[in-house]
């Protein structure tokens, strides 16, 4: 498998609507669960800070998975991480995804998990954690999600199942 930086792009449209579904909120909005955003003791954090931390574990997987990497392009990486600010994905520009809005932030999420899974402690980072959230809130926002049956599946007759 190969590994490669995502753009800052890719970070900021994962950070904007961290922001935007309240995954990155101090406080949720009236009427939202907290359980279905988010499970970080704090979710206090700002944009920047979130993308650089989204940069930093995928570098991270990028450098455990090239380890002969040369120190000068080891630093590039850091100031990459180091000097990343955050620029709000516009409604504009999201019209080129493609696909659903929510159903492109779920491919995003999936796409920046399997640059920075290469490592061994991606799975308790957390930037997993926070990219795990993102994936959540999309789920909750997929178009017939509300709508859809229970938690819990049962046959309507119980002697069908074989």
């Not at 979130?50 to 000068?72: F, I, K, P, T």
């Not at 850091?78 to 516009?90: D, E, G, K, T």
Request: proline share 4%; with cysteine; glycine share 4%.
């Amino acid at each position: 498998m190969s590994a490669y930086v995502q753009s800052n792009d890719h970070i900021d449209l994962l950070v904007t609507f961290a922001r935007q579904w309240q995954v990155i909120a101090y406080h949720h909005a009236p009427g939202t669960n907290p359980i279905d955003t988010v499970c970080l003791d704090s979710r206090v954090i700002s944009a920047d800070a979130l993308g650089q931390e989204l940069l930093a574990e995928n570098v991270l997987s990028v450098q455990h998975r090239y380890s002969s990497m040369e120190d000068s392009e080891r630093a590039e990486y850091a100031a990459l991480v180091f000097s990343y600010r955050w620029q709000p994905v516009r409604p504009a520009e999201l019209a080129g995804l493609g696909a659903d809005v929510t159903v492109a932030i779920l491919k995003a999420a999936r796409g920046y998990v399997y640059q920075s899974c290469e490592h061994p402690g991606w799975a308790s980072s957390r930037a997993a954690t926070w990219v795990a959230a993102i994936e959540r809130a999309a789920i909750n926002r997929l178009p017939g999600y509300d709508e859809a049956a229970t938690w819990s599946f049962q046959r309507r007759d119980a002697h069908a199942a074989v």
